[in-house]
C-alpha cells in the first residue's frame, strides 16, 4: 500500500526576515511574493521580536498561512523559536533561551550551525559554537543563504553568484550533515531547511541590485511539514498542527529549484501493514521494512549513522535495515543528480 499513514503535505518557507529586522520588504509584500510562488505557508522569523504577529497579524491570507515566529540572535549562537512564546534576550544564555521555549511547548532550532561567513561578501561568521547545550528541537541542515556564499572567494565570484541564486544548491554543508547523523544517535534531532530570505540590495539607486529577491528564495529551499489532518481553518490550531509536524519529524527538507511537487513519503512498515512516520523512534525489529514514495523517478540513497549503504532509481524505495541506527534517504533528481530532497530519520535503536 502507497501512503498507509495518509498524511497532509505542506510547503513552507521558514526563516524568513522583514523590515522589522534585516530584510528590506513589508510583510504585507512578503506574503504577496509567498503567495505568487503557491507557497502553502510562510513562517516569518525576524530578529529578536514578533512586530509582525500583529502587524499585519497571522492568519490566512487567501490559500497561504502566515505565521511568526523570531530568530534570536546572539552575536552567534542563533536560535530560531516557531510557536506563540515569550522571547527570551539575545544577552541569555543559549540553554537558558532553549529552555524557555521549550517550556512554552515551542520549537527551536539551531540556525546555520556550520556558517563560515565570508570575508569577500564581508559576511561575518554565525556559527553554533556553543556545543554544550542540548534539549533544541533540532538543527537548520540547509540554509540558502550561508550555502551559498561558500563559493564567493573574490570578487568576479561574487559578481556571477548574485546573477545566479540557485548556485551552489547542489547539497547541504557535508559538515553540518555529520553533526545531524551524530547528535540523531542520542535522540531525535529534527532537520529544517531555511531560506534565510532578506532580499538584501547593494549599491546605491539607480544601480542597486537585489541578491535573493523574496520570490527567488521562496523557490529554493523550503521545508515540507507532515500533517495527520488537514490544516485546521482556525490559525491557530492551524499553526500547533505545524509544531506538532516539526517537533516530531516529520519533515522533508526540499530543493525547490529542481522541483516543487509534493508526494515525497518516507515510512517504516511490516508485512502485517502496520506503519510508523518519518521521524518515528522505535525498537530495531528485522521485520521492519523502509518504505519510500517519490512523485518523480529519483535516485534514491539510504544513509545509516551518516553511512551511504544503498542505492536504487525509481520513484520507489523498498529496503529491509539490517541494523540499528539513524536511518535517513536522498533522493537526487536531473542531469547533475543534485539533491532534491532530505528526508527526516528515521530511528531503530
Known sequence: MLDPLGLFEYRVALHVHSRYSDGTGTPERIIAEARRVGLDVLW?????????????????????????????????????????????????????????????????????????????????????????????TGLEVWNHLSDWARQIHHVPAGLWAALHPFSGLSQACPETLALWDERGRQRRIVGIGGTDAHAARIGYWPFSLTIFPYRRSFAAIRTHIYTNAPLASDW????QQLLDGLLQGRVAIVNAALGSETGFRLWLQRESGAAEPMGTDVAYDSMWILRGLSPVPVGWEVFCNGRLVFRQDGPLLHYNPDSPGVWRVVLRRGPKRAVWIYSNPIYLR
Not at 532550532?109 to 561568521?125: E, Q, V, Y
Open 44 to 136: 516569518l522569523t525576524d530578529h529578536d521580536g514578533r512586530r509582525a504577529a500583529t502587524d499585519p497579524g497571522s492568519g490566512y491570507y487567501g490559500h497561504l498561512l502566515f505565521l511568526v515566529g523570531a530568530e534570536i540572535t546572539p552575536p552567534t549562537n542563533h536560535y530560531l523559536v516557531f510557536g506563540e512564546v515569550a522571547l527570551v534576550a539575545p544577552t541569555a544564555p543559549l540553554q537558558t533561551i532553549i529552555d524557555s521555549v521549550n517550556r512554552q511547548h515551542g520549537a527551536g532550532f539551531i540556525a546555520h550551525p556550520d556558517d563560515p561567513g565570508n570575508k569577500t561578501a564581508r559576511l561575518p561568521s554565525y556559527r553554533w559554537d556553543d556545543r554544550s547545550v542540548d534539549g533544541f
Open 236 to 239: 491557530r490550531r492551524a499553526e
